[in-house]
């Protein structure tokens, strides 16, 4: 694979989640403020649900697998703890980020 292809291939994984996030911003949204950033306090982390791609997606090389690498890296970077299966059942109020990448085909 040439760096074109795996430049243009990082890219596409970029756009889809930012499109993912896009589309999901009714549904929630967050706010970096003081007030608002109390809300956080004491939760101790969340745990990432990837719903499936299309088939002919993943033959691009946007697979289901790469988002939720990509989408607990950039958790952790944050500095927020990724909760595993266990720990996310063992959590009261059982914290969870779903990430639906819709990509017209």
Same mark, same amino acid.
Do not use: C
């Given at each position: 694979?040439?760096?074109?292809?795996?430049?243009?291939?990082?890219?596409?994984?970029?756009?889809?989640? @930012?499109? @993912?996030?896009?589309?999901?911003? @009714?549904?929630?949204?967050?706010? #970096?403020?003081? $007030?608002?950033?109390?809300?956080?306090?004491?939760?101790?982390? &969340?745990? $990432?649900? &990837?719903?499936?791609?299309?088939? !002919?997606?993943?033959?691009?090389?946007?697979?289901? #697998?790469?988002? !939720?690498? #990509?989408?607990?890296?950039?958790?952790?970077?944050?500095?927020?703890?990724?909760? @595993?299966?266990?720990?996310?059942?063992?959590?009261?109020?059982?914290?969870?980020?779903?990430?639906?990448?819709?990509?017209?085909?």
């Amino acid at each position: 694979m040439g760096t074109a292809t795996t430049r243009r291939k990082g890219w596409f994984v970029w756009i889809a989640l @930012s499109m @993912s996030f896009l589309n999901s911003a @009714s549904n929630a949204h967050g706010q #970096d403020e003081e $007030v608002t950033r109390s809300t956080l306090r004491g939760f101790s982390g &969340v745990h $990432v649900v &990837v719903q499936p791609v299309a088939p !002919q997606i993943e033959k691009e090389g946007l697979t289901t #697998d790469q988002i !939720q690498k #990509d989408t607990e890296a950039k958790i952790r970077a944050a500095g927020m703890k990724v909760l @595993s299966k266990a720990e996310f059942l063992k959590t009261p109020g059982k914290p969870y980020l779903d990430v639906n990448a819709n990509i017209p085909l």
